[in-house]
């Protein structure tokens, strides 16, 4: 079936430093969302990225499709205390009928 | 701020019972899903809907059911509940797109932690 890993599952960074995610898929994907998750919160959309090879920005966080189509990742520039939380892509399957999770990194921020 | 609610927010229930997890959206989305989230760990898609009267199984979905008489409704359903339920139930909704394949962000609700004793 359909799997979705992210790398690492666990980040803990010093404020300031810089964090960054992967996301890889078994299969190719038709697009990728992001999402963040506050603990004790729900899901929050971050972005979608739909062509190959796409980059986008968002303030300090940039993301990335790959070329092929089965991996991403998100990079954040000096992190701050708000950053904390679990990052999740969701890739969208070639059916194109659901989302995939991925398990998700969790991020810790040090002051 | 999304207009999605879940109810309850928590439960306590015993083996054997059962329960419906009620959802509803006020945005006029078209799709929406139903997924189990156990703590840090990824969501899976339980069930999942295009719109009215449709309704579709994600890779989760055994021993749970729902129905969409509504747009705005889409409740869940566990027939017998068992220990092994204890989860957390994540509702979300979205657009279905212009073209049927331009997904748009998923909105999630705040979630009802269930546990089965």
């Known amino acids: 079936g359909q799997q979705v890993m992210q790398i690492p599952q666990y980040q803990h960074v010093q404020e300031g430093e810089d964090f960054t995610t992967y996301c890889n898929s078994s299969t190719t994907l038709s697009n990728i969302q992001w999402y963040k998750q506050r603990p004790g919160g729900h899901p929050v959309f971050l972005i979608q990225l739909v062509k190959s090879g796409e980059v986008k920005k968002q303030k300090r966080l940039t993301f990335q499709f790959g070329e092929a189509k089965k991996n991403s990742s998100l990079h954040i520039t000096a992190t701050q205390t708000t950053d904390v939380g679990t990052y999740f892509c969701?890739?969208?399957?070639?059916?194109?009928?659901?989302?995939?999770f991925g398990t998700g990194t969790s991020l810790t921020v040090i002051p | 701020e999304a207009d999605i609610y879940q109810t309850p927010r928590y439960l306590v229930i015993g083996t054997g019972k059962k329960i419906t997890l009620e959802c509803s959206q006020t945005m006029g989305h078209d799709k929406m899903y139903w997924y189990q989230q156990d703590p840090g760990m990824e969501l899976h898609l339980i069930h999942y809907?295009?719109?009215?009267?449709?309704?579709e199984k994600g890779d989760l979905s055994s021993e749970s059911t729902v129905s969409r008489i509504r747009t705005e409704h889409f409740p869940l359903t566990l027939e017998s509940a068992r220990p092994s339920h204890t989860s957390q139930y994540l509702c979300?909704?979205?657009?279905?797109?212009?073209?049927?394949?331009?997904?748009?962000?998923?909105?999630f609700g705040p979630g009802t932690r269930l546990t089965v004793l």
């Open positions: 979300a909704s979205s657009h279905l797109g212009t073209s049927g394949n331009s997904y748009n962000e998923q909105f």
């Open positions: 809907s295009y719109g009215v009267n449709s309704t």
């Open positions: 969701a890739g969208l399957g070639s059916a194109g009928n659901q989302f995939y």
